[in-house]
């Protein structure tokens, strides 16, 4: 005969499996729970930014300058709120920037350039380069003269062809860039990192270069460094004896710039 001690041990047993089943049905259940809530979250956040870029989208066709203005700054906050739209966000600023204000015979600094124009820009030149990706920006073939970029992150930025006569690039990043057949007439360099950029058949004349860095710049053919302002903190590139001396009729310059 099983005594009784045997049954109470049983029951005792099951009591408990049944309660270590029943917190593991719970814990699965909000588990459940909670990757629902997140899912949830991230579409609500998905849909958020979606809306959001579209409406500014919008706003950016806009006759107002205003409201064109206000569009610039809200995809800005987009891209901080969102760091998967960031690609996207300033794909549409530069495409609007190059769109609005193309280089042409009619881009003749040091005429500042509109007002909705310099917020882009300057929406571009502060904005979190860590979220770039594989994306350049690309502001190739703009008539950006006169505008305010000091301090502006342009590395390996996209800028040939671009009109950039009498801009305000103090102390910029434009590591790596590609500047061929970019026009910087007369334009602050002072400070600005060139290091690395492809400057070929660019236009300097009367650029001030004090303190710019154009170390490990492969070659300077076809530049025009008419009456730069350079002193010893000028860094110059391997092999360049300042200020170079490339004559403006030179064989360098009677070719297309392509």
């Known amino acids: 005969m099983t005594s009784p001690v045997f049954w109470q041990a049983v029951v005792g047993l099951a009591t408990a499996v049944a309660a270590i089943t029943a ?7 909000l588990s459940a729970s909670t990757d629902q809530f997140e899912l949830q979250q991230r579409q609500q956040q998905q849909q ?16 107002r300058l205003e409201t064109r203005l206000g569009a610039i700054y809200s995809l800005e906050q987009v891209a901080r709120d969102f760091p998967a739209q960031h690609p996207a966000v ?5 495409a609007y ?21 310099q917020a882009a820009v300057t929406v571009i030149g502060r ?13 190739s073939h703009s008539c950006l003269a006169g505008a305010h970029l000091s301090h502006a992150h342009l590395s390996h930025a996209h800028l ?9 690039l103090l102390a910029a ?33 009367g650029a001030d270069l004090r303190g710019t860095d154009l170390s490990g710049v492969a070659n300077l053919i ?27 009729d030179s064989p360098s310059r009677s070719r297309p710039c392509a």
Do not use: K
Request: with cysteine; aromatic share 4%.
């Open 90 to 94: 300033f794909e549409v600023i530069t």
């Open 97 to 117: 920037v190059r769109t609005h204000t193309p280089a042409s015979v009619a881009c003749a600094g040091p005429t500042p350039p509109a007002a909705d124009a």
């Open 23 to 29: 917190v593991v049905i719970s814990s699965r259940n």
């Open 48 to 63: 958020q930014a979606s809306d959001r870029f579209a409406r500014a989208m919008d706003q950016l066709s806009s006759d």
């Open 127 to 139: 904005r979190d380069i860590g979220r770039d990706g594989p994306t350049r920006i690309d502001l």
């Open 222 to 248: 076809g530049a025009n460094l008419t009456g730069v302002v350079h002193d010893e903190t000028t860094i110059w590139p391997d092999g360049v004896t300042p200020p170079p001396a490339l004559p403006i």
């Open 173 to 205: 990043d434009l590591v790596g860039g590609d500047l061929r057949c970019a026009t910087l007439t007369g334009a602050d360099l002072r400070g600005t990192d060139l290091s690395n950029t492809i400057l070929y058949d660019v236009v300097l004349t």
């Open 160 to 168: 040939s062809h671009a009109d950039l006569s009498g801009t305000d």
